[in-house]
């Protein structure tokens, strides 16, 4: 089992830049994959990005290609999300998730809230 602890969220100005941390529990940390989820008011959760265990393969949702970089420290237990030029439409809570499987997240963070103004 592992819990998750998402930081980093905050207010920034449209084009500006905020980088998410996810830290995990447990010992098994490398072994699972991770993925970042948003969910904006009244939308449902949508998935943002993915990182494999090692790190080497990743996948983002269109709307943040070129813009958001997931990346993951094994040795620290944490996940990453750089997220550059960010868009008011980027506003939503974040949650980081963990996988046995990678596509079925299993465990979740509590959620940090990021908003962007125009």
């Known amino acids: 089992q592992v819990q998750l602890v998402e930081s980093g969220g905050g207010l920034v100005q449209a084009g500006g830049s905020l980088r998410l941390s996810c830290a995990a529990s447990?010992?098994?940390?490398?072994?699972?994959?991770m993925g970042w989820f948003r969910q904006a008011p009244g939308k449902e959760r949508e998935f943002v990005a993915d990182?494999?265990?090692?790190?080497?393969?990743?996948y983002y949702v269109d709307s943040v290609k070129g813009r958001f970089t997931i990346s993951r420290d094994n040795a620290k237990k944490t996940v990453y999300l750089q997220m550059n030029s960010l868009k008011p439409e980027d506003t939503a809570v974040y949650y980081c998730?963990?996988?046995?499987?990678?596509?079925?997240?299993?465990?979740w963070g509590q959620g940090t809230q990021v908003t962007v103004s125009s």
């Open positions: 447990g010992r098994t940390f490398s072994s699972y994959a």
């Open positions: 998730a963990a996988a046995v499987t990678r596509g079925s997240y299993t465990y």
């Open positions: 990182v494999n265990w090692s790190g080497s393969n990743t």
